[in-house]
């Protein structure tokens, strides 16, 4: 399989708008993709063409059935994209809401039991399972995670999960450290115990980095923020099996028993979502002389982290006569200094140096980067480390190892 190499790299960020300057900063560096990545150009476009439309779906006229031809070849593009030849995907109001929905249906269709998560995981699944499991008369268990590698193991579950476990929730990256989860391990692990368990996962970080499986997750519900991966904001997609599609739901009397949308959705959410496929199967064909689609998705996602992993080490360890953030003394990298966990993102605190002031110091010099505070966002994360905030430096597979560069330079200064 091929790499990323340096043209190939020019012809990927063709793709995304404002690459490489913000309207009101002008030139500038993008390391805030955990926060949204950047959107493809045929997004935008996208969207313009869908926000002209007046015709409403599910009417008989050709624009109702063009409509309708898009919404269901978005998510026959998603289907083979996340290899997820059962249940069925839709949108909604967020990544977030989506969680919460799914978990609520989880919780209250199941009845007496455990609901399994962890002290990793984003606030969106905490707070659903914390609001749901009581509501359904649930006891809400948390496994904690290893705070030197900033991850979690499927052996961390096995203590916790018992037979009455009903809903379990698994982050596939961290946000905060940005370290992925084996979820196939994890989910694994937990029907050996509990086989009927409706396990839910937040791909919500992971999704810009490809390698998506669901089949071979075996879960029951994975949720994704498009705006995180390449599209825009506004709408959430979830994917649901079969099993979960089935449980008691919010719907209409008389309508589509099997139906989760609530209400008409923005076809051109749908009409992105192709387009966001679409990329990582170019992608895919750049980098792989396979012919089968499935196949171009695994091998896009494989030069994604590649690409990823070649950013971070450089980042890390340095590049060019550029000391690496792991030669900066007063610099601690959350997770440690080489974990195999680690997906395109380094947050990290400088001794002496307000996480706050470092932010803004980078960003004076075209470095945009994130302040993540121990809040409730991060608390859990931040707070056992004894971290008030931290900056995180996050990036995505178009970003450069020049731009690495720069921003080493700024580090150096400011840590010095």
Known sequence: MAKINTRLLEQIRDRFAQVDHCPQQGPRIFFENAGGALTLNSV?????????????????????????????????????????PKGQFFVGESGTELLFRLIMNACLGTG????LGTTLEHPATRSACARWAGVAGQNHVLV???????????????????????????????????????????????RAVAPDCYIIVDGIQHAAHGRIDLTVYDVDGYVISPYKV????????????????????????????????MGTRDTGSYATM?????????LGEQVSDTTDRRAKFVAA???????????????????????????????TILGGVDNPAREGLVSLVVAGVPSVDVVKQLNEQGIRTHLRKAD?????????????????????????????????GAMKTIAA
């Open 44 to 84: 935008v476009d996208t969207s313009q063409t869908y926000a002209a439309i007046p015709d409403n779906q599910g009417r008989d006229n050709p624009g109702s059935h063009e409509l309708m031809r898009v919404i269901n070849k978005a998510k026959e593009d998603m289907a083979v994209f996340m290899n997820a």
């Open 112 to 115: 007496e039991g455990q609901v």
């Open 144 to 190: 904690a995670h290893d705070d030197a590698t900033g991850t979690v193991a499927a052996e961390g579950y096995t203590a916790q999960v018992t037979p009455d476990t009903k809903v379990a929730t698994i982050v596939h990256t961290s946000p905060v450290t940005g370290m992925g989860v084996d979820v196939a391990a994890v989910a694994a692990t937990i």
């Open 230 to 261: 390449f599209s825009r904001h506004g709408f959430g997609v979830a994917w649901i099996s079969d099993r979960l599609t089935k449980l008691p739901h919010n719907s209409l009397i008389d309508g589509p028993a099997d139906n989760w949308e």
């Open 274 to 282: 192709s387009d966001v496929v679409g990329y990582f199967e170019w």
């Open 301 to 331: 996602g494989e030069a994604i982290y590649a690409q990823e992993t070649a950013l971070t080490d450089a980042m890390i360890h340095g590049t060019g006569n550029l000391p690496g953030l792991a030669e900066m003394e007063k610099v």
């Open 376 to 408: 409730h966002y991060s608390g859990n994360i931040l707070t056992p480390l004894g971290m008030d905030s931290c900056v995180r430096v996050s990036m995505c597979h178009y970003n450069s190892v020049a731009e690495v560069a720069q921003f080493l």
